[in-house]
């Protein structure tokens, strides 16, 4: 009696797997965290007798994409695929977690701008509201975060949308190319380091086959099969640093600045490996028409790669930075302000105000908030102090002038602070004595700061050049 019962529910569980198809989701448990977020399956293949099921979770990002077996899968409570199954916009919103992707109501959106109150017009201009702070501002700093005596904080007046939310921050549906959303590398290996990609790059096909490890030369960035390959190439590999000039060094920090027409090769490779990392990122071998800077840490092997940024050389719309990065083993170690800082003071020998490319990736945009309180608050903090009775006073153009941000990217870094508002007929930034402690704190972990003595660096007019 036993043995049918036994045979039944493995008739059950063999019907149940018939019904696993792409497009189905169900709940999926999470390795990192043992949580069983709803997953659509992407695709399925079978490896030495064991069938694996490669999930997108919904509403997470697509980093978070992995190969699972059917034990991790609630089969209970599948969901077969509907015609045309898309991931409901309201899924995207009001995430739970610092890894999910957010996204704002569409019907919210007009003309990249969102609007709180249509009673108060203000004119519009890019992705802010040009609101009418060109007067000075007078500063109050405050004992408590409360202010009951404002009439009515900016922020309520006006909300700055974000960055478009597409790319890396939400599946992009509109070219979503079922080989592109697989990941295709199992590993890389670059120096001292092995990392494993979060999204899917263009490498030769033949080097992802069977879950490879991809070999990397940390200097030139030549990619190779295996470590035999690796170990022939290191012994005719002359280089000990990126090519191009290098144009700053303070300690063991260096940047070298690369000209993607001269180091084409060079150029190419660190947009495949930048690939692996940024989802939104599209360019990999039209690389003529922009400028990298890569930043390094010297030892006595050579200059190691950190991270990097780019940029055009002729940018219509003003953006200091294309795409930009920092390589996993080196994230929350203050590299990805320092790369921010340093094309900020780029933009200051320019005699010019910078702005990011968008879309930014979610961690990005993550540092780009913090960096831009960080440097407005930096500023603030270092006016010197009126005469007694009087109250410190700036304008916008001025913060711009000395931080070289872009003034849209100001006003919304006031407005998400709560730190400018509307009170008796004038706008004032107010800063209470907890803003002031907390960028105290947040100064202190950043110990290594660009210092614009050690740049060696003219900038170019590539406008009045006939090639590039």
């Known amino acids: ?264 090769f060079y150029s190419q490779n660190l947009g495949l490996l930048a690939k692996l990392f940024l989802d939104h990122k599209t360019l990999y071998y039209d690389t003529d028409p922009f400028l990298f800077y890569v930043m390094t840490e010297f030892d006595s092997r050579g200059f190691h790669i950190v991270g990097y940024f780019s940029k055009e050389k002729e940018s219509t719309e003003d953006y200091n930075v294309a795409c930009i990065l920092t390589l996993p083993p080196f994230q929350r170690k203050g590299f990805g302000k320092l790369l921010i800082e340093f094309s900020y003071i780029l933009s200051q020998f320019e005699g010019k105000t910078g702005s990011p490319e968008k879309p930014l990736s979610d961690l990005g945009l993550l540092s780009y908030r913090s960096y831009w309180c960080q440097a407005i608050l930096e500023f603030i903090l270092k006016l010197p102090e009126p005469a007694e009775g009087d109250r410190a006073q700036i304008t916008i153009n001025e913060i711009c002038e000395a931080t070289s941000i872009r003034r849209e990217d100001v006003i919304y870094t006031l407005c998400n602070m709560n730190l400018i508002n509307y009170y008796k007929g004038q706008y004032i930034i107010t800063l209470a004595k907890d803003t002031v402690d907390s960028h105290k704190r947040s100064m202190l972990k950043r110990r290594v700061r660009i210092d614009p003595k050690c740049l060696h660096w003219t900038p170019k007019d590539w406008s009045k050049r006939g090639k590039w």
């Open 1 to 264: 009696m036993m043995e049918s019962v036994v045979k039944i529910e493995g008739e059950s569980e063999g019907k149940q797997d018939d019904n696993l198809i792409e497009g189905c989701r169900m709940p999926v448990r999470m390795i990192q965290n043992d949580e069983w977020p709803l997953a659509e399956i992407v695709s399925i293949k079978d490896e030495k007798n064991t069938k694996y099921f490669y999930v997108h979770f919904i509403d997470y990002n697509k980093r978070l994409d992995e190969w699972v077996t059917i034990d991790r899968l609630d089969l209970t409570k599948l969901q077969p695929p509907s015609k045309d199954q898309k991931t409901p916009l309201k899924e995207l919103k009001k995430p739970t977690s610092g890894s999910r992707a957010s996204s704002p109501d569409r019907d919210q959106v007009n003309g990249g701008l969102l609007k709180t109150k249509a009673v108060r017009k203000r004119k519009l201009e890019g992705e802010f509201s040009t609101i009418d702070v060109d007067g000075v501002l007078p500063i109050r700093m405050s004992a408590s975060p409360g202010l009951p005596e404002v009439n009515e904080p900016l922020q309520s007046l006006v909300t700055p949308i974000l960055p478009r939310q597409t790319g890396s921050m939400v599946l992009d549906k509109t070219n979503d190319d079922l080989v592109t959303r697989i990941k295709n590398i199992h590993m890389i290996e670059l120096g001292r380091h092995r990392i494993k990609p979060w999204y899917f790059s263009p490498y030769p096909y033949e080097l992802t086959l069977n879950n490879s490890i991809i070999f990397l030369c940390e200097f030139c960035l030549k990619y190779m099969k295996s470590r035999n390959c690796l170990v022939r190439h290191k012994a005719k590999c002359n280089l000990r640093h990126p090519p191009g000039n290098e144009i700053y060094r303070k300690g063991t920090v260096s940047f070298f600045e690369i000209d993607g027409r001269k180091n084409k």
